[in-house]
């Protein structure tokens, strides 16, 4: 029984998640500082003010806390904005730069005598039998 658990431990996609949730917590860490330390002093700045949370409105004696939801929905904006423009687009820019290939030279070539499309490697045409040199 033990030995089954092993080996469902050591298989390559639960080592690579956990790798991955620990690599995710890291990257969690620094979009969070990068947000908070530069791009909400940068907002606040423009918008002369950083937090919100203490908007807030009553009715019947329940108090709202509607600031503290502009707050989350600006820092998730935020965040998300800042991973797709500082994460997606350069690793998707770095993904299609690698995959460009030299494009491939002529495969096909014509034929001297009836201008049909041959193989650049043929020695003879296939439509009308001429020898065609090399």
Known sequence: MLKGFKQFLLRGNVVDMAVG??????????????????????IA??????????????????????????????????????????????VNALIARSRKQPPAGPTTRKCPECLSEIPISARRCAFCTSQVSG
């Open 45 to 90: 700045a423009i918008a002369r003010q950083p937090d919100f949370s203490s908007l807030t409105f009553t009715i019947n004696g329940s108090k709202f806390l509607y600031g503290d939801f502009i707050n989350a929905l600006l820092s998730f904006l935020i965040i998300a904005a800042a991973v797709y423009f500082f994460v997606v687009v350069p």
């Open 21 to 42: 949730i620990v690599i995710g917590a890291a990257f969690g860490a620094v979009v969070t500082g990068f947000v908070k330390d530069l791009l909400t002093p940068l």
